[in-house]
């Protein structure tokens, strides 16, 4: 039964509502749209994986949430998550992520990466044809997320560097999103064949997901490894976006997104992003740490932290670890220039994180949960409207073009993805630690995923796998 059907206006609208059962409701909350700017409290209906409704008025639903003082936001997207395993996925629903794609590094494999996780994920997954591991396959590195020898010490010859296209070549037509750089893990790579993949880029009309070459200080550094892709960039017309430029730029980021904003402002499609933390983390035995490292990043071995143990280096302990592998905390970033970086209207939020067996950076499990508590509600860095298009809209925007489905993610309109998140925005904080960087974020009341919930109450739903695999159109 329907309350009765007045025939003007609203009037019936309100009614025709009412009388549909949604599958899900989510009532009273403040829902907060980046992309409409709609700040206002609503009930919002879902039907199947989808927004079916957002109302003023009552809604019915076989399921109920009560969201009555939390904000109803869009699930957050996160571009840079080395972390594919249910471990992170567990860690990335906690901190109010519903879509986490590996785009710096990418993999070799597509369809067998996607396959292994479908129907078994928390969250959405996704990840780029990798010329990093395409690299590491032809030149029969033995590393596993980065290379360690050959693929660092060696220039691939001309049949190296034809299997090396074909390779990604043949993992964008299998799905993959854009193509993966992680150019200064393969400081040998030659420019012809990186060029040659950016004019790939572009054809295929698929971004390039960019770490640089170049890094931080002295010289060669962040500015020379920006003026190697922004020059690509700009002779191919592919799209260009540059991963963690506070890490990149260090004491240099401003001078950074000052090239960013010129290259933009002429009319390059160039985007950038940043994580809240003053350190970052990568492979000790990875050509990062090649000779001139202390120089190029402005840091000493007492800055290095190893994740196994939570010790500072020296330098008996730094040859001992490199020669043995394994990931390594690198401070460093400055605080002034991350809130450069959080200031600039184009900047994402991106983790880069990556947790394994509870060890690694506090970024893989508090990353969101830092800006919303730390950024937004103590320290005024951002207020919540901003920060939430930092972390939804502007994330689908950078994939949209050449994946349409990402038009609905990132967005609270009917139609768009069930991907949902409500948290508390008096309480909503990170708990990871770089002593502990596993603990899982708090504030998150209810996250969903394809319109089923993977966290209610703040608890963990078990037996939940709605995730499913974003992919580039073949």
């Not at 049949?159 to 090396?164: A, H, N, V």
């Not at 143990?309 to 670890?321: D, K, M, Q, S, V």
């Not at 690198?330 to 983790?351: D, F, H, K, N, Q």
């Not at 309109?413 to 904080?429: C, E, K, L, S």
């Amino acid at each position: 039964m329907t309350t009765k059907i007045r025939l003007a206006g609203l009037g019936l609208c309100a009614t025709l509502l009412f009388a549909q059962q949604y599958d899900l409701v989510i009532t009273g909350g403040r829902v907060m749209d980046p992309e409409t700017s709609l700040d206002a409290v609503r009930n919002i209906g879902v039907t199947g994986n989808r927004i079916a409704a957002i109302s003023t008025t009552q809604l019915r639903g076989r399921e109920t949430i009560d969201a009555k003082g939390l904000v109803v936001a869009p699930g957050f997207i996160d571009l840079h998550s080395h972390g594919q395993t249910p471990e992170n996925y567990r860690l990335k629903a906690y901190d109010g992520v519903t879509t986490a794609l590996e785009l710096e590094i990418g993999v070799a494999t597509i369809p067998a990466w996607y396959t292994s996780r479908e129907g078994k994920a928390l969250i959405n997954f996704g990840a780029s044809a990798g010329y990093v591991p395409a690299c590491m396959a032809a030149l029969h590195d033995t590393g596993t997320l980065l290379p360690r020898d050959e693929a660092v010490n060696r220039r691939p010859t001309a049949e190296e560097s034809r299997q090396i296209f074909e390779s990604v070549r043949e993992g964008l037509a299998q799905g993959g999103i854009g193509i993966g750089f992680g150019l200064e893990y393969v400081p040998k790579a030659p420019y012809k064949d990186v060029l040659d993949l950016f004019e790939l880029a572009a054809k295929r009309g698929v971004p390039c997901f960019v770490h640089l070459r170049h890094q931080g200080l002295g010289e060669p550094g962040v500015i020379a490894g920006l003026q190697e892709v922004i020059a690509n960039a700009a002779a191919t017309g592919a799209s260009l976006h540059v991963v963690h430029i506070t890490s990149a730029g260090r004491g240099l980021t401003a001078a950074a997104l000052k090239m960013i904003e010129g290259a933009r402002s002429r009319g390059l499609d160039v985007t950038t992003e940043f994580y809240p933390y003053p350190a970052a983390m990568t492979s000790l035995e990875s050509a990062v740490f090649n000779e001139g490292w202390e120089e190029r990043m402005g840091v000493t071995y007492n800055d290095l932290i190893w994740t196994k143990t939570g010790e500072r280096l020296t330098p008996e302990t730094f040859a001992r670890y490199r020669k043995q592998g394994g990931m390594t905390i690198i401070y460093g970033i400055p605080e002034p220039m991350l809130r450069l970086a959080m200031s600039v209207p184009y900047t994402m939020v991106a983790s880069d994180g990556l947790i394994e067996e509870g060890k690694g950076h506090p970024r893989g499990a508090g990353t969101y949960a830092r800006i919303l508590g730390r950024y937004v509600r103590e320290v005024h860095g951002l207020t919540l409207m901003e920060a939430l298009r930092k972390m939804t809209l502007l994330p689908a925007q950078r994939l949209e073009k050449a994946i349409p489905a990402m038009r609905a993610k990132g967005r609270i309109r009917v139609g768009a993805d069930a991907d949902i998140v409500a948290f508390d925005p008096a309480r909503v904080i990170d708990r990871a630690t770089f002593t502990d960087p596993a603990l899982p974020s708090e504030g998150f009341a209810h996250v969903l995923v394809q319109g089923r919930p993977v966290i209610r109450d703040g608890q963990l739903q078990t037996g939940a796998y709605p995730g499913r695999g974003v992919r580039g159109q073949n």
